[in-house]
């Protein structure tokens, strides 16, 4: 009974990191169209041609890939 129970527990962290992961996908996804279509209505209003749409691109991206690597950090110093 133990052994299954450790088993289960161990398909359990590895579904939950794939979830993870995939979650960190659909929140990047999400937060670099958010971006972009804030910098487009930006550049709209100033008249500067894609300056602020690459721009908050850009650190959607980044400031997602910061939390994900922040988030795998901490779940390497968990295992």
């Not at 721009?55 to 959607?60: N, V």
């Amino acid at each position: 009974m133990l052994i299954t129970h450790k088993t289960q527990q161990a398909r359990f962290n590895s579904f939950s990191s794939i979830l993870m992961l995939s979650a960190w996908g659909f929140a990047m996804v999400i937060a670099s169209f958010l971006f972009l279509y804030i910098g487009h209505l930006l550049d709209g209003i100033l008249g500067t041609a894609p300056n602020f749409m690459l721009g908050l691109f850009f650190l959607a991206i980044f400031l997602c890939v910061a939390r994900l690597y922040q988030e795998a950090w901490k779940k390497r110093k968990e295992v």
